[in-house]
């Protein structure tokens, strides 16, 4: 499952410096974070919408949308995608509640 991230992160980087023109990619990089940020948002929001009134295979492509998306906005940012995973990983066995209890107000 990773591995399909990890492979999409290494296109979108290949893609950054493409021409705007001809890659979606680098057009979105071209708009700026702010853009790309904005297309995040509007894709997180569609994934809601689809999870409360949309088919499964809606809910399915809103999702990988989003994912797609939130991969080019790590990017922008200089956050490599095995951070994230590292992230999950350090996460993984604590209870929800006690992991957000432990993040710094």
Known sequence: MAETLKNL?????ERRTADPAL???????????????????E???E????AVSGSPE???GEAADLLFHL???LEERGVPFDDVLAELD????????????????
């Open 71 to 73: 991969l080019i906005l």
């Open 58 to 60: 809606q809910l399915t």
């Open 43 to 45: 894709e997180a929001t």
């Open 9 to 13: 992160t290494t296109i979108i980087k």
């Open 23 to 41: 890659s979606y990619v680098a057009k979105l990089f071209s708009k700026g974070r702010e853009k790309i940020a904005q297309k995040v948002g």
């Open 90 to 105: 350090r996460r993984e066995g604590l209870s929800g509640l006690a992991e957000k209890a432990s993040r710094p107000q």
């Open 47 to 50: 994934t809601v919408i689809a």
